[in-house]
C-alpha cells in the first residue's frame, strides 16, 4: 500500500469513530509495563506505589515519611538523601554502564561526539571543582544560557552535584528576556558560549549575556564555552574560558547529599501576567516522578538509543532529554540543530546515522514534516525505531496517523503525552505495552496519578462534556513554588478550585475515560509547543514608542498551532505604514526573543472595550479565526469590531 493509500484508509477509519491502535502482543510481551493492574494497584495505595519507585533511585538516606501535604504545599520523600548527578552518573559505573554512551551529541554542522558514563563522570567532577573554586556554594543559582551542546547537561549535572541551582534559559530569549531571568534568580555564574549554530548562523549568546548583564548587581563570573570560534568581548575580571579552567580542574568531586526537598533547579514559564515564573523543582520527588515516568512510557531498555528532540531549555528538555534518561542509565541523543538545515530529512538522517530507538518530538514538527512531503523520511533507514512519542500540544489525528504510517512505518506505538513545567513530568499517557491509544487523546492518567474534567463549581463533568483539567492528588514531581512568590502560587494554580490543582487547560473525557485536551483556558498561547503570554507580547509592543494600546491573541496556526495576532493602536503623531508593522514585530523578537514575534500587526483606530473598559480578546479571537462573532451587546463601541472584521478580511 502506498503512504497516501495507507493514510486514506486510516482517515477513513478515524471519522468512522472507531479508531484504536492496540499494541502489538510482540510490543506488550516485550515491553517493560505488561500488566494492568498495575493501575489498580497505584489506585490502591498510591503512596506506596511511589515509595515503590523511588527506591529505584540511590539515596543516601533513605526518606521517613512518602508524603507531608499540607495543602497546597507539598514534601515528598521526607528525611531522605540523595544526589541527582550520582544518580545520573556514578551508581551506573557500578552497575556496567562505564563504557556506555551516556550521551551522542549530533552538532548543528555535522560533528559529533559521544560521552560515555565514564566521560560524563569526569567532565561533571572537574565542572563541579571549578565552579566549587569560584565559590559556588550549596543553593546558590547558576544561569545557564546556551544551544544544545554536552556542556550544558555537564553544567546541569555539576551545579546539581554540589547542591547549588541551575536556572537553564532557553537560547532563543532575547538579552532582556534572559536579565529578567538572570535578576529574578539572583544567580551568582552565568555559563554561557561564544555562539550556536542555528541554520547555518551563529547566535549572539555572548553578546546578549552582556547587554543582559549591564545592570546586574549578583553575577559575579561569567564562564563561556568556546563552541564556534565567533570574535566576542571578554571582561576582564568577569569572563573565563571554560576549556582554560577545565585545564587544570581536578577529576573527582564529592556529590553532595542533599535533603530531597532540597532545590534542584528553577525554569521560567509564562503565566498570565508578563511576569515569567520561576517554577520551583525539588531534588527527590522530581527525580522519582522523571526516571519512574520515563522508564514506564517510554519503555526504556538497556540498548535503546532514545531521542527526544527538545530544547533543554524547556522543561521536557530537563526531564526527558538530561534527568530522566541519565538517572535510568540510558543514552540520549542531544541535538544542536534545526529539523530543515542543511535539509529537510535532517532528523531522518540522524536515526539512521545512530539507529534511534525511541523518538519524541512534538507536533509541531510532526506537521512541518508533512508539509514538507514524505519523500524526505522515505529516503532514510527507520527501521531502527519502535516507539514514537508527542509532547507540548494537542496532536491533530491527521498528524498523528501520518506520524505513525510515514515515521513509525505502522509498526511503532505512539505515546502522547500531556503534562507542564509545573507537573515536572509526564501525567497523562498511555502505557505502552497496555494501553490502546486513540488518536488525538493523550489517553488516561498515569498510575497514582488522579486527574479530572470538571465544572466552574469544580464538579466533575459527565463524559463527553469539555471542562476545567485539574489534578486532585499530590504527585512527585509537583513544583514546589513559585520562587520568591508563594502567593502567586497558592493564587493561581489552587485558588481557582477547592482542593484541587487547576492546569490552565480545558479537556474533556469519553465514555471511556480517555482524557482529550483541548487547549489553554487562559491568556497562555501555545506556539509551536512553547508557553508565550499574551501580557509578555503586550508589554513588548506598549514599549515600543509609537504603541499606545494593545492586545494579543493566539490564531489557529496549520503548523504552529497557535500563531501571535497583534492588535494595536497608535499614539498621535504615528500614522500607519507597513515598515512600522515591520518594526513593531521586530521590537517584540528583540525584547523576548523570535519564538515571540507576531505573524500579524493590525494597526487600529480602537479596540474593542466593555464599558468598563476592559478589551474583549474573546472577540478579537473570534475574528482571528474566522468566526461569526458572539455576543457583542456589552461593547462600549461595537463599530471598531465591524471595522475590524473588514480589515481582517482584506
Ligand atoms: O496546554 C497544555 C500543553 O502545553 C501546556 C504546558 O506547556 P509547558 O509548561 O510549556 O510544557 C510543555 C511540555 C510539557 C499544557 O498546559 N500540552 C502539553 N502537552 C500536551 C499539551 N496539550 C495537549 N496534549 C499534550 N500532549
Known amino acids: ?19 484504536i491502535f492496540h499494541p502489538s502482543p510482540e510490543f ?25 519507585e523511588a527506591g529505584n533511585l540511590h539515596w543516601f538516606k533513605k526518606w521517613d515519611r512518602t508524603l507531608e501535604w499540607e495543602q497546597p504545599f507539598a514534601k515528598w520523600f521526607v528525611g531522605g538523601k540523595l544526589n541527582a548527578a550520582y544518580n545520573c552518573i556514578d551508581r551506573h559505573l557500578r552497575e556496567g554502564r562505564k563504557n556506555k554512551a551516556a550521551i551522542i551529541f549530533e552538532g548543528e554542522p555535522g560533528d559529533s561526539r559521544v560521552l560515555t558514563y565514564q566521560d560524563l563522570y569526569r567532565e561533571v567532577t572537574k565542572f563541579a571543582n571549578v565552579l566549587k573554586d569560584l565559590g559556588v556554594q550549596k543553593g546558590d543559582r547558576v544561569s545557564l544560557y546556551m544551544p544544545m551542546i554536552p556542556e550544558l547537561p555537564i553544567a546541569m549535572l555539576a551545579c546539581a552535584r554540589i547542591g547549588a541551582v541551575h536556572s537553564v534559559v532557553f537560547g532563543g530569549f532575547a538579552a532582556e528576556a534572559l536579565r529578567d531571568r538572570i535578576n529574578d534568580a539572583g544567580s551568582k555564574i552565568v555559563i554561557t558560549t561564544d555562539g550556536g549554530y542555528r541554520r547555518g548562523k551563529i547566535l549572539p549568546m555572548k553578546k546578549n549575556v552582556d547587554t543582559a548583564l549591564e545592570e546586574n548587581t549578583t553575577v559575579e563570573k561569567v564562564i563561556v564555552v568556546k563552541r564556534t570560534g565567533a570574535e566576542i568581548d571578554m571582561v576582564a575580571g568577569r569572563d573565563l574560558w571554560y576549556h582554560q579552567l577545565m585545564e587544570d580542574a581536578v577529576i573527582g568531586c564529592p556529590a553532595e547529599a542533599v535533603g530531597a526537598e532540597d532545590m534542584l533547579f528553577i525554569l521560567y514559564t509564562s503565566g498570565t501576567t508578563g511576569k515569567p515564573k520561576g517554577v520551583v523543582h ?117 498528524a498523528w496517523l501520518w506520524y505513525h504510517e ?40 498515569l498510575p497514582g496519578l488522579e486527574l479530572d474534567v470538571v465544572d466552574p463549581a469544580g464538579r466533575p463533568m459527565p463524559a463527553g462534556q469539555s471542562g476545567f483539567l485539574v489534578i486532585k492528588r499530590p504527585w512527585p514531581g509537583m513544583l514546589g513554588t513559585i520562587y520568591k512568590d508563594a502567593q502567586r502560587y497558592v493564587d493561581q494554580y489552587w485558588g481557582r478550585f477547592e482542593n484541587m490543582y487547576f492546569t490552565g487547560d480545558r479537556a474533556l473525557k469519553d465514555k471511556d475515560g480517555y482524557f482529550w485536551v483541548l487547549g489553554r483556558v487562559d491568556d497562555v498561547i501555545n506556539v509551536s509547543g512553547h508557553r508565550i503570554s499574551t501580557m509578555e507580547v503586550e508589554s513588548a509592543l506598549v514599549d515600543h514608542p509609537a504603541v499606545a494600546e494593545a492586545a494579543v491573541i493566539g490564531k489557529k496556526h496549520e503548523i504552529k498551532g497557535q500563531a501571535i495576532s497583534a492588535f494595536v493602536t497608535l499614539r498621535d503623531n504615528y500614522t500607519y505604514t507597513d515598515q512600522l508593522v515591520k518594526e513593531l514585530k521586530a521590537h517584540v523578537a528583540s525584547k523576548i526573543g523570535a519564538l515571540a514575534r507576531p505573524d500579524d500587526i493590525f494597526l487600529t483606530a480602537e479596540l474593542p472595550k466593555t464599558r468598563s473598559g476592559k478589551i474583549m480578546r474573546r472577540l478579537l479571537r473570534d475574528i482571528a479565526d474566522g468566526k461569526t462573532l458572539g455576543d457583542i451587546s456589552t461593547l462600549a463601541n461595537p463599530e471598531t469590531i465591524m471595522q475590524l472584521k473588514e480589515q481582517y478580511a482584506e
Open 282 to 398: 525539588s531534588t527527590g520527588g522530581y527525580l522519582v516522578g522523571a526516571s519512574s515516568t520515563h522508564r514506564m512510557v517510554f519503555d526504556i531498555k538497556e540498548d535503546d538509543i532514545y531521542w527526544c528532540t527538545a530544547d533543554i531549555g524547556w522543561i521536557t528538555g530537563h526531564s526527558y532529554v538530561v534527568y530522566g534518561p541519565l538517572a535510568n542509565g540510558a543514552t540520549t541523543v542531544l541535538f544542536e540543530g534545526a529539523p530543515d538545515y542543511p535539509a529537510r530529512d535532517r532528523f531522518w538522517a540522524i536515526i539512521e546515522k545512530y539507529a534511534v530507538t525511541v523518538l519524541y518530538t512534538a507536533p509541531t514538527a510532526i506537521r512541518a514534516f508533512m508539509k514538507w512531503g514524505e519523500q524526505w523520511p522515505a529516503g532514510r533507514d527507520l527501521s531502527s525505531l519502535r516507539l514514537l512519542g508527542s509532547v507540548g500540544e494537542p496532536i491533530n489525528p491527521e
Open 406 to 445: 510515514q515515521i513509525g512505518r505502522g509498526r511503532c506505538p505512539i505515546v502522547d503525552t500531556w503534562w507542564q513545567t509545573e507537573t515536572g513530568h509526564i501525567m497523562i499517557s498511555s502505557l505502552p505495552g497496555i494501553t490502546a491509544a486513540k488518536p488525538g487523546s493523550a489517553s488516561i492518567p
Open 28 to 52: 506488550r510481551n516485550n515491553a517493560n509495563v505488561q500488566d494492568a493492574r498495575i493501575y489498580l494497584d497505584a489506585e490502591e495505595n498510591w503512596l506506596q506505589y511511589w515509595d515503590k
Open 1 to 19: 500500500m502506498t503512504g497516501q493509500a495507507a493514510n486514506a484508509k486510516l482517515m477513513q477509519a478515524f471519522l468512522s469513530d472507531d479508531l
